[in-house]
Protein backbone atom coordinates (compact mmCIF):
# COMPACT_ATOMS: atom_id res chain seq x y z
CA UNK A 1 0.00 0.00 0.00
CA UNK A 2 0.76 3.62 -0.61
CA UNK A 3 2.53 5.36 2.19
CA UNK A 4 1.06 8.42 0.76
CA UNK A 5 -2.89 8.19 0.10
CA UNK A 6 -3.96 10.48 -2.84
CA UNK A 7 -7.55 11.28 -3.33
CA UNK A 8 -9.45 11.51 -5.65
CA UNK A 9 -7.47 9.32 -8.21
CA UNK A 10 -9.07 11.01 -10.97
CA UNK A 11 -11.41 14.31 -10.94
CA UNK A 12 -13.19 15.73 -14.07
CA UNK A 13 -14.51 19.24 -13.34
CA UNK A 14 -16.44 21.97 -15.05
CA UNK A 15 -14.44 24.97 -15.83
CA UNK A 16 -15.03 27.89 -13.19
CA UNK A 17 -15.60 24.99 -10.70
CA UNK A 18 -13.52 24.63 -7.37
CA UNK A 19 -12.11 21.32 -6.51
CA UNK A 20 -9.90 19.56 -3.78
CA UNK A 21 -7.19 16.98 -3.92
CA UNK A 22 -6.14 15.70 -0.37
CA UNK A 23 -2.77 13.94 0.29
CA UNK A 24 -2.67 11.47 3.69
CA UNK A 25 0.00 9.91 5.55
CA UNK A 26 -0.27 7.58 8.50
CA UNK A 27 3.17 9.14 9.86
CA UNK A 28 3.89 12.87 10.53
CA UNK A 29 5.67 14.52 7.71
CA UNK A 30 8.31 16.68 7.62
CA UNK A 31 8.26 18.23 4.31
CA UNK A 32 5.12 18.39 2.29
CA UNK A 33 5.35 19.29 -1.52
CA UNK A 34 2.62 19.49 -4.51
CA UNK A 35 3.94 18.99 -7.84
CA UNK A 36 2.06 19.39 -11.17
CA UNK A 37 2.65 17.05 -14.14
CA UNK A 38 1.34 18.08 -17.30
CA UNK A 39 0.71 15.93 -19.91
CA UNK A 40 3.65 14.24 -21.67
CA UNK A 41 6.04 17.08 -20.14
CA UNK A 42 8.12 17.07 -16.30
CA UNK A 43 6.96 18.20 -12.61
CA UNK A 44 6.27 21.93 -11.53
CA UNK A 45 7.05 22.74 -8.52
CA UNK A 46 4.27 24.27 -6.48
CA UNK A 47 4.10 24.86 -2.92
CA UNK A 48 5.89 23.02 -0.12
CA UNK A 49 4.25 23.15 3.32
CA UNK A 50 6.38 22.71 6.50
CA UNK A 51 4.80 24.03 9.88
CA UNK A 52 1.17 22.17 11.10
CA UNK A 53 -1.24 24.06 10.24
CA UNK A 54 0.76 26.24 7.49
CA UNK A 55 -1.06 27.28 4.52
CA UNK A 56 0.20 29.17 1.44
CA UNK A 57 -1.16 30.49 -2.05
CA UNK A 58 -0.22 30.53 -5.58
CA UNK A 59 -2.17 32.65 -8.02
CA UNK A 60 -5.53 30.38 -7.35
CA UNK A 61 -3.86 27.07 -6.16
CA UNK A 62 -3.85 27.00 -2.78
CA UNK A 63 -2.61 24.22 -0.19
CA UNK A 64 -2.43 23.74 3.58
CA UNK A 65 -0.74 20.80 6.01
CA UNK A 66 -3.00 20.47 9.00
CA UNK A 67 -1.67 20.58 12.64
CA UNK A 68 -0.64 17.02 13.16
CA UNK A 69 0.88 17.37 9.49
CA UNK A 70 -0.15 14.28 8.19
CA UNK A 71 -2.79 15.53 5.92
CA UNK A 72 -2.45 18.45 2.73
CA UNK A 73 -4.95 19.60 0.83
CA UNK A 74 -4.58 21.21 -2.48
CA UNK A 75 -7.71 23.83 -3.13
CA UNK A 76 -7.90 25.17 -6.39
CA UNK A 77 -10.63 27.97 -6.99
CA UNK A 78 -12.44 28.76 -10.07
CA UNK A 79 -10.73 26.34 -12.29
CA UNK A 80 -9.42 26.88 -16.08
CA UNK A 81 -8.04 24.48 -18.98
CA UNK A 82 -4.57 25.79 -17.62
CA UNK A 83 -4.91 23.85 -14.73
CA UNK A 84 -5.55 20.32 -15.91
CA UNK A 85 -2.92 17.89 -15.54
CA UNK A 86 -1.49 15.64 -12.66
CA UNK A 87 -1.24 16.66 -9.11
CA UNK A 88 1.36 15.01 -7.12
CA UNK A 89 2.31 15.59 -3.45
CA UNK A 90 5.47 14.02 -2.30
CA UNK A 91 6.65 14.08 1.14
CA UNK A 92 9.58 13.79 3.70
CA UNK A 93 9.87 10.65 5.02
CA UNK A 94 12.90 8.98 5.59
CA UNK A 95 13.49 10.03 1.74
CA UNK A 96 11.14 11.66 -0.69
CA UNK A 97 7.97 9.30 -1.41
CA UNK A 98 5.11 10.13 -3.82
CA UNK A 99 1.31 9.50 -3.88
CA UNK A 100 0.07 7.79 -7.47
CA UNK A 101 -1.46 11.52 -8.56
CA UNK A 102 -4.38 12.93 -9.11
CA UNK A 103 -5.48 13.53 -12.74
CA UNK A 104 -7.61 16.69 -13.58
CA UNK A 105 -9.40 17.53 -16.12
CA UNK A 106 -11.22 20.39 -17.26
CA UNK A 107 -14.14 20.44 -19.31
CA UNK A 108 -15.52 23.68 -20.96
CA UNK B 1 20.01 29.06 -15.68
CA UNK B 2 18.78 26.58 -17.66
CA UNK B 3 16.64 24.05 -15.50
CA UNK B 4 17.35 20.44 -15.23
CA UNK B 5 18.02 18.80 -18.59
CA UNK B 6 17.53 15.40 -19.44
CA UNK B 7 17.76 13.37 -22.60
CA UNK B 8 16.51 11.67 -24.78
CA UNK B 9 13.22 12.45 -24.65
CA UNK B 10 12.09 9.65 -25.55
CA UNK B 11 13.57 5.83 -26.13
CA UNK B 12 12.41 3.10 -27.79
CA UNK B 13 14.60 -0.15 -26.78
CA UNK B 14 14.21 -3.20 -28.20
CA UNK B 15 13.83 -6.72 -25.42
CA UNK B 16 17.53 -7.25 -24.55
CA UNK B 17 19.49 -3.41 -25.44
CA UNK B 18 20.78 -1.50 -23.45
CA UNK B 19 19.36 2.20 -22.72
CA UNK B 20 21.22 5.16 -20.96
CA UNK B 21 19.52 7.95 -19.70
CA UNK B 22 21.44 11.21 -18.99
CA UNK B 23 20.36 13.80 -16.64
CA UNK B 24 22.14 17.39 -16.71
CA UNK B 25 21.79 19.14 -13.38
CA UNK B 26 21.13 23.04 -12.64
CA UNK B 27 24.63 24.77 -12.73
CA UNK B 28 25.40 24.67 -9.59
CA UNK B 29 23.31 21.62 -7.97
CA UNK B 30 25.62 19.18 -7.07
CA UNK B 31 22.96 16.62 -5.55
CA UNK B 32 21.46 14.49 -8.36
CA UNK B 33 18.21 11.91 -7.83
CA UNK B 34 16.64 9.27 -10.08
CA UNK B 35 12.82 8.36 -10.27
CA UNK B 36 10.89 6.01 -12.04
CA UNK B 37 6.83 6.71 -12.71
CA UNK B 38 5.24 3.55 -14.20
CA UNK B 39 2.10 3.91 -15.91
CA UNK B 40 -0.85 4.99 -12.98
CA UNK B 41 1.54 4.86 -10.23
CA UNK B 42 3.51 7.79 -8.52
CA UNK B 43 7.04 8.71 -8.97
CA UNK B 44 9.18 5.73 -6.76
CA UNK B 45 12.79 7.06 -5.46
CA UNK B 46 15.61 4.82 -7.40
CA UNK B 47 18.93 6.30 -6.29
CA UNK B 48 20.75 9.78 -4.74
CA UNK B 49 23.76 10.73 -6.05
CA UNK B 50 26.28 13.34 -5.60
CA UNK B 51 29.11 14.33 -7.15
CA UNK B 52 30.98 10.78 -7.75
CA UNK B 53 29.00 9.21 -5.02
CA UNK B 54 26.25 6.52 -4.66
CA UNK B 55 24.58 8.43 -1.49
CA UNK B 56 21.58 5.86 -1.11
CA UNK B 57 20.20 3.30 -3.71
CA UNK B 58 17.98 1.53 -2.21
CA UNK B 59 15.35 1.87 -4.10
CA UNK B 60 17.32 0.68 -7.25
CA UNK B 61 16.89 -2.74 -8.81
CA UNK B 62 19.49 -4.77 -7.81
CA UNK B 63 20.16 -6.47 -11.18
CA UNK B 64 20.63 -4.60 -14.59
CA UNK B 65 20.68 -0.64 -13.10
CA UNK B 66 23.34 1.05 -12.36
CA UNK B 67 23.65 5.11 -12.01
CA UNK B 68 26.62 7.34 -11.93
CA UNK B 69 27.26 11.12 -11.43
CA UNK B 70 31.34 11.87 -12.75
CA UNK B 71 33.12 14.56 -11.66
CA UNK B 72 32.20 16.11 -15.17
CA UNK B 73 29.37 15.14 -17.23
CA UNK B 74 25.74 14.69 -16.97
CA UNK B 75 24.27 11.67 -14.35
CA UNK B 76 23.93 8.70 -16.06
CA UNK B 77 21.67 5.87 -15.56
CA UNK B 78 21.90 2.77 -17.49
CA UNK B 79 19.38 0.02 -17.75
CA UNK B 80 21.15 -3.49 -19.26
CA UNK B 81 18.83 -6.03 -21.03
CA UNK B 82 15.44 -4.18 -20.66
CA UNK B 83 12.92 -5.46 -20.47
CA UNK B 84 8.84 -5.00 -20.87
CA UNK B 85 8.44 -3.84 -17.25
CA UNK B 86 10.94 -1.51 -17.55
CA UNK B 87 8.89 0.78 -19.58
CA UNK B 88 8.11 4.06 -17.88
CA UNK B 89 9.14 7.61 -17.21
CA UNK B 90 12.47 8.53 -15.54
CA UNK B 91 12.36 11.85 -14.04
CA UNK B 92 16.05 13.04 -12.75
CA UNK B 93 15.97 16.19 -10.16
CA UNK B 94 19.00 18.04 -9.12
CA UNK B 95 19.26 20.26 -5.83
CA UNK B 96 21.97 22.54 -4.26
CA UNK B 97 21.72 20.56 -0.89
CA UNK B 98 19.47 17.94 0.25
CA UNK B 99 16.32 19.95 0.24
CA UNK B 100 13.70 21.21 -2.36
CA UNK B 101 14.49 19.10 -5.96
CA UNK B 102 13.95 20.49 -9.27
CA UNK B 103 12.45 18.56 -11.67
CA UNK B 104 13.72 17.18 -15.18
CA UNK B 105 11.59 16.87 -17.90
CA UNK B 106 11.48 13.30 -17.91
CA UNK B 107 12.77 10.69 -20.57
CA UNK B 108 10.12 8.59 -21.63
CA UNK B 109 11.57 4.63 -22.19
CA UNK B 110 9.29 2.29 -24.23
CA UNK B 111 10.79 -1.46 -24.51
CA UNK B 112 9.32 -3.37 -27.36
Known amino acids: SQELEQSPQSLIVQEGKNLTINCTSS?????LYWYKQKYGEGLIFLMM???GGEEKSHEKITAKLDEKKQQSSLHITASQPSHAGIYLCGADLDKLIWGAGTKLIIKP | NAGVMQNPRHLVRRRGQEARLRCSPMKGHSHVYWYRQLPEEGLKFMVYLQKENIIDESGMPKERFSAEFPKEGPSILRIQQVVRGDSAAYFC??????????FGPGTRLTVT
Open chain 2, 93 to 102: ASSPSPDEQY
Open chain 1, 27 to 31: KTLYG
Open chain 1, 49 to 51: LQK
